[in-house]
């Protein structure tokens, strides 16, 4: 099956009792059992329930693996996907790291001995360089966030699997459709699917994909004994986001190279970070990773303020100021001053987040509408 194909039908078949084509949102908590044990595959929703079964093996199939888990959200994916670890392991990860991640494995791993060092994983030699012999986990989040930076992956999984390292890839920002890390070697793929796979902003979800029976094993494990469990109704509406994947990340992709090369022509923009753009320092990387560029981008105005960066974003009306992204609408952020706000100035300035860097996630409107938001709020 092809990837299209696999977003209506992978893992999907007509509900037994009634041939129901939509998988029905089991709203329960437990499940009848004829003698001590004896049931029909569940024995408790914590467990297992068929509208997330049904979520998990749509996941499992567009990521190319043999299995899914899925979660409360996507911090709680990593939450049970790191406590594989034990104390003294080490991990390996990006220092343009997706904010929540960070604070996770700073102030919740940290203080229980999980060791991290944060590198810039665009340099291979640097990453070499961080591995130590207890280096367990190396964490890649590809395209990367603010600065749009490619992460080579099979190369990082080359670095790793002689090591006897596990790769884990955040593949949040590219979604399945553009980026499957399982084809590069990688072990493990999380998403949260708050963001592309659930597409319309009404829902936290998360989830993990692999076939690394070790990894899937534990992730079970920690369903069942932390329970950070998805309920039915948001597995219900995380899959049916997920049967338009293709037709809204494709036009949203369109809308960004139209939106890109505005930006790059306009005289009040320094520069655009977009992998479709061929100034892009990673842009070839991208089009051998990538199926295409994504429908995320960042650009630095030429007047390099917060106050003019404030400015511009107050001025737009289609797109909305907001965190998150990968929604049908297109969102507007300020990164200096909303998600990494607590990151020290030089420091972010060391990182290149620059004060006037402007987030886009492009959603799925008209182009001409959407530039001719920009335009006038410059
Ligand atoms: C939003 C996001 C997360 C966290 O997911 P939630 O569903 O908000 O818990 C993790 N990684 C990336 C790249 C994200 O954008």
Redesign the pocket.
Known sequence: MKFNTKTIHAGQKPEETSGAVMPPIFQTSTYAQEAPNKHKGYDYARVGNPTRTALEQMIAGLEGADEAACFS??????DSLMKMLRPGDHVVTTNDL?G??YRLFTKVFEPYRIDFTFVDMTDLEKVKDAITPQTKLMWI?TPT?PLLRIVDIEALVGLAKPNDILTVV?N??ASPYLQRPLEFGADAV?H????YLAGHSDV???AVASSNQEIMENLRFQTKTSGAVPGPMDCYLTLRGIKTLSVRVQRSVDNAKQIASFLESHDKVESVLYPGLSSHPQHELAAKQMDDFGAMLSFILKDDSIEAATKFMSNTSIFTLAE???GVESLISHPASMTHGSIPKDVREKAGLKDSLIRISVGIEDADDLIDDLKQAF
């Open positions: 959200s996507g911090v709680a994916a990593m997706y929540g991640s989040e966030n955040d949040t920002f999380l949260s699917a708050t963001k936290i979800h998360g998150s992204l990968g």
